[in-house]
């Protein structure tokens, strides 16, 4: 409690004059006075909030005092409005300090509490026709899509069944056949379908039918279940439910890591199979390169053995080189000399073979001539009557 608050009561219940309260504010400070109207506010703010809650009170105890007055005959809600009236005429009879009795700490926690739980049970009211509207919205809008979607499904078929399949080539207008035909057929779709939905009607109002009766039976029974059976219901619902809340965190934690996790496994697919790709291309260079390997020891060997062939012949020229004994001018003037003659000799030899070649021939013409003109026999020229070139020559 402030002082202004403790001032303030000690004056009142004193009974002191106005004019000590005014000396005792004459002798504070400004920033006193100032400190005590903000603890002023505070605590009238405080109490008209208490105010608040306890004629929220007063009002709901009222709303449901008049409800049992409407609920209860007419002699007993007369006889309440009788003593209601006493009441009334004894409240009046009061004294001035009757009227300045207190709420007591205990009292105001009490209501505070009652109304904390009112607060609760509307807010769980108004959160249950929150969720039963949401479902109902949720319901409306599922089978809008559903609506939408079939909507959607009609017109794509009626699209491609009547405005382009019942197009009559030759004329180019729509044939009234199929587009009859086409309707026929979705009545009998739509006819099944009410079939279908007839029969599960009818399931349902059968199971439902059995359960009514089940229910009966236990109630019959004396296995009905009491309110601490239902709440204990709700109590377990709600514990299923955090568990259920918590399995879906982790389910949703889950498939976030699952969705990293196929991230990374993309990003090392790309990167192996980046590396297949340089591992095949490293395995032809490899292959290119073992070939060209080959190739070159092929090409060793042949040089090896290139090398002997030049190392003996090179061998034999040395061996030639060192036994070789230059000759005497005179005999390499000879040699000259014999060597001119021998090649005039052979000049002189073509010349004669080349006469006796022409003659040869000129010979053959006259033996073909011959043998055309006797009896247009043509006899071959014996090879063994040729005369050879070295014999016509000798």
């Known amino acids: 409690m402030s002082r202004f608050e403790i001032e303030t009561t000690d004056t009142t219940v004193s009974g002191s004059s106005s004019p000590v309260l005014t000396d005792r504010l004459e002798d504070k400070t400004d920033a006193e006075l100032k400190q005590l109207l ?11 909030k208490e105010n608040a809650l306890f004629e929220k009170f007063v009002r709901r105890i009222e709303a449901k005092d008049y409800q049992t007055k409407a609920a209860l005959p007419a002699t007993q809600s007369s006889l309440i409005d009788s003593k209601t009236v006493k009441k ?12 300045l009795f207190k709420l007591t700490a205990e009292q105001k926690c009490d209501i505070a509490t009652r109304e904390i739980d009112e607060l609760k049970a509307e807010n769980l009211k108004r959160t249950e026709e929150h969720e039963r509207s949401s479902d109902n919205y949720k319901a409306v809008f599922s089978e809008a899509d559903l609506r939408l979607s079939e909507l959607k499904k009609r017109t794509y078929e009626f699209d491609r069944e009547v405005v382009k399949g019942a197009v009559d080539p030759r004329t180019g207008n729509i044939v009234g056949e199929k587009v009859v035909r086409y309707f026929e057929d979705q009545l009998k779709s739509m006819d099944l379908l009410v079939e279908k939905l ?3 009607n009818a399931s349902l109002k059968n199971k439902k039918r059995k359960m ?30 955090e568990k259920c809340a918590e399995k ?35 395995e032809g260079e490899i292959t290119q390169r073992e070939e060209m390997l080959a190739k070159i020891d092929a090409e060793a060997i042949v040089v090896e053995k290139e ?10 020229a ?30 002189v030899w073509e010349r004669k073979v080349e006469i006796a070649e022409m003659g040869l021939r000129t010979h053959k013409q006259t033996w073909k001539q011959l043998c055309k003109q006797s009896n247009g026999a043509v006899t071959a020229w014996p090879a063994a009557q040729e005369p050879s070139l ?5």
Do not use: W
């Open 307 to 316: 090398m002997k062939r030049a190392e003996a012949s090179n061998k034999e």
């Open 38 to 48: 903000e603890e002023a506010r505070k605590q009238a703010e405080i109490l008209a």
């Open 390 to 394: 070295t014999t016509a020559l000798m």
């Open 88 to 99: 009334k005429a004894k409240s009046r009879s009061v004294s001035q300090t009757e009227r």
């Open 318 to 347: 040395r061996r030639l080189l060192e036994d070789y004994r230059v000759p005497d001018v005179m005999e390499y003037v000879q040699e000259k000399a014999s060597l001119y003659e021998l090649k005039k000799a052979v000049k």
């Open 198 to 200: 007839r029969l599960k």
């Open 212 to 241: 009514q009766l089940q229910l009966k039976q236990k109630e019959e029974a004396g296995e009905v279940r009491n309110e601490v059976d239902y709440d204990q219901l709700k109590i377990e619902n709600k514990q299923f439910n």
């Open 248 to 282: 879906n965190q982790e389910l949703l934690n889950l498939k976030l890591k699952a969705g990293k996790t196929l991230q990374v496994l993309n990003t090392h697919k790309k990167e192996l199979q980046t590396l297949c790709l340089e591992s095949s291309a490293l």
